[in-house]
T-cell receptor
């Protein structure tokens, strides 16, 4: 059974204070690891897809990296508008199975 | 391109009733997946449809069902509602290739009284 653990559960940063969110996973045959951002009362917004260990992707102040056991979402010089819940999900196993297994998320609050 | 749309956005029902939620995927996307999100359990997979066929099903009781139409639009139905069915129901669409990304709609907030 696929498992995803995210840490920390909650993180409070000052504006400009860089940090990293962790996503540890156990999956049989990783086909993709996904990062989403979710604002209260809204659907998850896609950020990144990583497919293999060593891969990195960047978008504005965010950078996602992947190893064989975990992924990190690095936030550089965050702004208050980066406040949200960040979700990590994996897709693995059967090639016909598209179901995503999600972690419980990290609630990020960036204070001005 | 328009994103994933879900209707209605909010629903209030009473125990024992049934409910139908609708999802229109991104144009050209053939796969639609449904997820339930609750504070206690987080995001959990319900089922996935591709070309009008259910491809996968999560660990939910048979009261939860769905279907997909020839235009890729999908509906999910919950019968005999229970208090614990109160949740945000999310629909996600993807092109349907093996490692594609799922894009989520805004969700339907269901409250069961």
């Amino acid at each position: 059974e696929d498992q995803v653990t995210q840490s920390p559960e909650a993180l409070r940063l000052q504006e400009g204070e860089s940090s990293s969110l962790n996503c540890s996973y156990t999956v049989s045959g990783l086909r993709g690891l996904f990062w989403y951002r979710q604002d209260p009362g809204k659907g998850p917004e896609f950020l990144f897809t990583l497919y293999s260990a060593g891969e990195e992707k960047e978008k504005e102040r965010l950078k996602a990296t992947l190893t064989k056991k975990e992924s990190f979402l690095h936030i550089t010089a965050p702004k208050p508008e980066d406040s949200a819940t960040y979700l990590c999900a994996v897709q693995g196993g059967d090639t016909g199975r598209r179901a995503l297994t999600f972690g419980s998320g990290t609630r990020l609050q960036v204070q001005p | 391109k328009a994103g994933v749309t879900q209707t209605p956005r909010y629903l209030i029902k009473t125990r024992g009733q049934q409910v139908t939620l609708s999802c229109s995927p991104i144009s050209g996307h053939r796969s639609v997946s449904w997820y339930q999100q609750t504070p206690g359990q987080g995001l959990q997979f319900l089922f996935e449809y591709f070309s009008e066929t259910q491809r996968n099903k999560g660990n939910f009781p048979g009261r939860f069902s769905g279907r997909q139409f020839s235009n890729s639009r999908s509906e999910m139905n919950v019968s005999t509602l229970e208090l614990g069915d109160s949740a945000l129901y999310l629909c996600a669409s993807s092109p349907g290739t093996l490692t594609d990304t799922q894009y989520f709609g805004p969700g339907t907030r269901l409250t069961v009284l």
